[in-house]
């Protein structure tokens, strides 16, 4: 029987997550990893697309998955200009500034790229992306810094906030688009959003300094301190820059950016690790407290996602802080490949059109 199969793919810095749904049902998912030799040749990230396009071709092909079978592709969104939630056609505007990365490089932007170039060869399937990173939806007021040099603007993790706030709906009987919540993705990076019926009209930017901290980025950092340090001519810019992401943090006090180790480690008895774990779990208290403001108090859920959120020692700390302003729901972990999919099932089945990309 003839089926339309939504083909899903996912890379990362390391490796590309590849899967294959029918409807809500995973028929094939592979976890593609790529080591750093294969890897060093490559002048950018985006030049990788091509290598990894052959490698997701191979492995559909040893799952004998019929690429004729193919539906609709969906790529994980990357650095693009700043756009509202959705779901986005990867077009020839989208492509191009995914290949040239005016907006920078990052192993996301591969996704759209790989979706464009296999959805071309095949006659009437759609490449898509769905809440990327880049997702703006912020009030006004809200981008306001504090002097006209510098400008707030968000990247978080949007798909997944939004993925998790919509399943919290549902279960629920309600809509996203009426309901008040703070949504807190606890992973690598994390990001604290404010989702005013259906929009995230305030977050911090997950990627480069600002918010919590987390188990390697810095989060919101002393300005005054950051100032000197950047002309004591001690550090260069690249230096300052891994400070504040990829070696911030809790791996530059504690040598390490596995949230299970220091788990293991504050569970154990260091009271470093557990002292760490409970600033870095305080900080993203105070930052809920911030976006209940913005909310003026009217918050009907307080969601708590990503790896982090199965550490008990750092939700129950959290949920001590904020369950005062309303009910806190734990969701663990987070599927990125599953809200892919259900995205371009959505369109798939023609609930909603994609929208376009200028």
Known sequence: MY???????????????????????PLFLKNIKHNAEQLKDFPSMSAQYEFRKNFITRELGHAEIDLCDIGIIIGRGGLIKPIESGIYEVNESMYNDLLNSPFGQHASNLGGLIAYDMAKALKGVRAIIADPVVVDELSDVARVAGHPEFKRYPIFHALNQKAIARNYANSHDQKYEELHLIVAHLGGGISVGAHEKGRVVDVNNALDGEGPMSVERSGTIPAGQLVKICFSGKYDQQTIEKM????????????????????????????????????????????????AAVLKGNVDAILLTGGMANNSM??????????????????PGEDEMKAMADNALRVLRGEITPKKYI
């Open 3 to 25: 089926r339309k199969l939504i083909l899903v793919i996912n890379p990362g810095s390391t490796s590309t997550k590849v899967a294959v749904y029918h409807n809500n049902s």
């Open 244 to 291: 504040i992401v990829g070696q911030g943090g809790l791996v530059a006090y504690l040598g390490t950016n596995d949230g299970y180790e220091i788990e293991l480690m504050a569970r154990e008895g260091n009271e470093k690790a557990k002292t760490l774990q409970n600033a870095l779990s305080y900080q993203v208290g105070k930052a809920i407290g911030e976006m």
């Open 314 to 331: 750092i939700t129950d700390y959290i949920k001590s802080m904020v369950k005062f302003i309303a009910p806190v729901i734990i969701y």
